[in-house]
């Protein structure tokens, strides 16, 4: 039993310094939490000279046993007289003097005589151990006194933060009582008693530490975790389980004859599945958590671990579900349910089932705008909850539920999920695994999550309209440059029929006819291959751009004037799309020609190469721009001055690709004298190193 004691008086010491350092780890200190650190501080210390004295004679250890223990009676007494006068008022406070005068005199005469037995020994050990026991007894009382002194001031309002402060305090010094009150009949002190006594203050420990948080006014801002609590709570309670059931066992063995051992293995053996079966069950955990949130803290959720828990299942990476489902996922971990769904604001205003968690996905998969639920939303913005709503139809007045309900299984909450006061979507969530009852602090948490909620679901509808809305654009971006191109495949169709009738019996001209009837098929096919891919950049190669140019000058031979060609170096070699790359030279030239006039027309094409660089200069001496045009209007989309015979996305489309392969594209212009469009390209390597 010795050997029990030893280790009961130290668990107690490491306990109660643990409690002193989570007392004094908060951020202030005042005059009631400076006597509760020194309680927790001096039991440590009595309870680690306690241990050395079982089986001990020296009286250097009885000697400091004795004066920690009075010391740790008087913090006690400091500790409840403060809490006193906190709750007492000041003409109150007059009737407690001799109180006071009393707990300071009957800790210290318990102290003197506790000595005096010492230094006196066994001639007066007799008498002298009855007058230390009823000073014992008389402090015990005392301090059941001030306890209960406490707890009766306390407003009624008020007494979940000091009962178990109460409890705990009270039930140790009545023990203390009960074994002061055996020694003092039966002249000794109770071997057993004085062993189970550390047992005792470890067991209100937490109901102190509990108390202390609770009142964070007198407890150096102490904060004791749920998820601590949760965790402690869950280990006694297997614990004490298993403690039970190997009870039980022995005596299985013990009354089981000759099958008693195989009784108690087969036993244990079941209670111990059972216990992981409880401890892995969804059900039985929400039930001990519920259990610790009501009767251990003040608020029902740790707002912290809530938000973190809520913010991390919404963005889980990890988690490929939708986001509608993480919502739906999110805000059922709030209570522990095990099924919801999410309807979301159409462009009608009806609502439809957008995803669906642990529901097999309802018949019913619409909700009409003009339910009632919308109406009762708008005005009330409350969370529904349905228990309520079957016992209290009052409260609900003019609610009519929607058909769905009636499908699901077990509905329990409706909640909105408002953005600005705007209801974009409802989550339906089932019955909690265990029964539970929701108050305004439920409430108001759900009203915070379905803000965040549907501000994440705001943006992720937001992001996927935009998406499509992107694709959309693509295919009208793409159609708009095939359209142009197709305008200059109709603009050289119709050069050959402009002037088919005055050179119709010209050979070279029906040849030139053939081979610009050739190119246009040439083109219409590729612009038909570009609407089947979806893709207008094409593929960039090593290209001549001298031959591309020579090209289009070429297929200009079917009109009235043909753009001359000057410097021709031979061959410049660059990255591009032969075909986008002509298109864009070809759509140049034809804004040369038609910023020309008829008979008046002097269009030059130069080429030029240096060591890294293709130089390319389009000269006419047309109409001109102004700066301003050139800086503002030249190369904007969708502005031409052609009037309905342009889509002024010719030069926005030239610069564009001329960018895109690495060039520049220049502009110089003056107004009735003409254009020079200068294009750089980079040369591709093998024609720079050459």
């Known amino acids: 039993m010795e050997q029990v004691a030893y280790i009961a008086y130290f668990a107690c010491a490491a306990v109660y310094l643990i409690l002193a350092l989570i007392l004094v780890s908060g951020k202030g200190g005042n005059k009631i939490g400076l006597p509760l650190v020194t309680l927790a501080i001096m039991t440590s210390l009595w309870a680690v000279f306690g241990a050395f004295t079982i089986g001990n004679k020296a009286l250097l250890f009885y000697f400091i046993s004795q004066i920690t223990e009075v010391l740790r009676n008087i913090a006690c007494i400091w500790f409840l007289l403060n809490l006193l006068s906190m709750l007492m008022e000041k003409a109150e406070l007059k009737g407690t003097v001799g109180l006071k005068k009393i707990s300071i005199f009957i800790p210290l005469l318990a102290l003197f005589f506790d000595l005096l037995i010492i230094f006196v020994g066994n001639n007066w050990g007799d008498v002298l151990k009855k007058i230390t026991f009823s000073m014992h007894l008389a402090l015990a009382i005392l301090i059941v006194v001030l306890a209960e002194q406490v707890f009766r001031n306390t407003r009624a309002d008020q007494r979940w933060g000091i009962k178990y402060l109460f409890l705990g305090i009270g039930g140790l010094f009545i023990f203390e009582f009960y074994l002061y009150a055996y020694a003092l009949l039966f002249q000794g002190i109770n071997a057993e008693l004085l062993y189970a006594r550390p047992l005792i ?3 209100v420990a937490p109901l102190i530490a509990v108390s202390a948080a609770r009142n964070p006014s007198w407890t150096l801002d102490i904060f004791v975790s749920r998820k601590v609590v949760f965790h402690s709570a869950s280990l006694f309670v297997s614990g004490g389980y298993l403690v039970l059931m190997s009870l039980a066992g022995y005596y299985i063995k013990k009354f089981g004859g000759s099958w008693g051992g195989v009784a108690q293995t087969v036993f244990i053996f079941v209670a111990a599945t059972l216990l992981l079966l409880i401890f892995f069950s969804g059900k039985a955990r929400s039930v001990l ?21 809520f913010s991390n299942t919404l963005s889980d ?6 986001v509608p489902n993480k919502i739906i996922k999110a805000i059922a971990g709030l209570i522990d349910s095990p099924a919801g769904v999410l309807f979301v604001k159409d462009q009608e205003g009806g609502y439809s089932l957008l995803d669906s968690w642990n529901y097999s996905s309802p018949s019913c998969d619409y909700i009409s705008g003009s339910s009632s639920l919308f109406d009762f939303f708008e005005q009330k913005k409350w969370i529904i909850d349905l228990d309520e709503y079957s016992k209290d139809r009052e409260k609900y007045k003019g609610l009519q539920l929607p058909d769905v309900l009636k499908i699901l299984e077990e509905p329990r909450i409706i909640i909105p999920l408002l953005n600005e006061d705007r209801i974009v979507a409802i989550v339906i969530l089932r019955q909690p695994r265990s029964p539970r009852s929701f108050n305004w602090e439920d409430f108001d948490l759900f009203k915070i999550a379905g ?3 549907a501000s994440h679901l705001t943006q992720s509808l937001f992001e996927e309209e935009l998406s499509i809305s992107r694709q959309f654009e693509a295919c009208s971006r793409l159609s708009t440059f095939v359209i142009h191109d197709l305008k200059n495949v109709t603009g050289q169709l119709s050069l050959i029929i402009k002037n088919a009738e005055k050179h119709r019996h010209n050979q070279q001209f029906i040849d030139d006819v053939f081979l610009t009837v050739e190119n246009s098929v040439e083109k219409m096919n590729h612009l038909l291959m570009q609407l089947k891919i979806g893709d207008k950049s094409g593929h960039a190669e090593r290209v001549n751009i001298v031959a591309i140019i020579e090209k289009q000058i070429n297929d200009r031979r079917i009109s009235d004037y043909i753009p001359k060609l000057e410097n021709s170096t031979g061959s410049a070699y660059v990255y591009a799309d032969s075909r986008e790359l002509g298109s864009v030279l070809g759509h140049i030239i034809q804004n040369a020609y038609d910023a020309t006039k008829d008979g008046d027309r002097d269009i030059k094409v130069a080429i030029e190469k240096s060591s890294e660089l293709a130089l390319l200069t389009i000269t006419d001496n047309g109409c001109g721009m102004d700066d301003d045009f050139i800086r503002r209007r030249l190369f904007s989309p969708f502005d031409t001055t052609k009037g309905d015979s342009g889509m002024g996305v010719g030069a926005y489309q030239a610069k564009e690709y001329i960018n895109r392969i690495g060039g520049q594209i220049n502009v110089e212009s003056k107004v009735g004298t003409g254009s020079v469009f200068t294009i750089t390209l980079p040369l591709a390597q093998e024609d720079s190193e050459a």
């Open 317 to 322: 990476s990890r988690d490929k579900s939708s």
């Open 201 to 203: 203050f470890i067991v």
């Open 289 to 309: 958590k519920v259990f610790v949130n009501k009767h251990f803290f003040n608020y029902k959720y740790d707002y912290r671990e809530e938000w973190i828990r």
């Open 451 to 453: 803000v965040q909620a």
